[in-house]
């Protein structure tokens, strides 16, 4: 399956190659762009297909992502799963629910993201949850590019596990190599 899925990611060009500032502020050769791939839904529909049928019997009755890559993938597991989707969004150093989404305390959460390096929009998503009184039941991935096994304290699933090699900007090989750094995504 793995290399099914990396075929997914290979076709839509997502994989790029250079000296990239990461949105956790790492530095790597590698930049996984997801919106590449989100931008065809049939393989959207396909990967979240992949983390709705692992969470199935977990009675979720909300999907909740971290903006923006979030949005698309909880809307589209919550759909296949038949349950409510919302997503949580940048507020200063945490996440929130905003538009009026809640949760209701004890309500059974899946929460998905797109490209895992070091957690920290999951984390953030899970503390909102959190302060509603959710329950989360598990998290669920596209791309799992972290080095070392993250422990969420919660069933995890990643579509693909690609470790991808990081590196703290003062340490970063390749700004030591003057290859000029590049910025993908929303970043400023």
């Not at 019997?57 to 349950?83: C, D, H, M, Y």
Request: glycine content about 10%; hydrophobic content about 40%.
């Amino acid at each position: 399956m793995n290399d099914e899925i990396m075929e997914i990611f290979k076709a839509a060009g997502a994989i790029k190659e250079g000296h990239f500032r990461l949105a956790s502020g790492l530095h790597s050769p590698v930049y996984w762009e997801k919106f590449r791939v989100l931008q065809y839904p049939h393989y959207t529909e396909k990967l979240c297909r992949l983390i709705a049928q692992h969470f199935k019997n977990q009675k979720i009755e909300v999907v909740a992502g971290p903006t923006t890559g979030g949005i698309i993938l909880a809307f589209e597991t919550a759909r296949q799963l038949g349950v409510r989707s919302i997503f949580a969004e940048k507020e200063g150093e945490k996440r929130v629910f905003r538009r009026d989404f809640d949760i209701i305390a004890g309500e059974h959460v899946l929460i998905v993201d797109d490209i895992l390096t070091t957690g920290s929009s999951i984390r953030e998503t899970m503390s909102a949850v959190d302060r509603f009184g959710g329950i989360i039941v598990g998290i669920g991935v596209l791309v799992d590019r972290s080095q070392q096994e993250i422990d969420f304290g919660v069933p995890f699933f990643s579509c693909l596990h690609a470790p991808t090699i990081t590196y703290p900007s003062e340490e970063c090989p390749l700004c030591i190599a003057h290859i000029p750094l590049v910025r993908l995504g929303g970043q400023s």
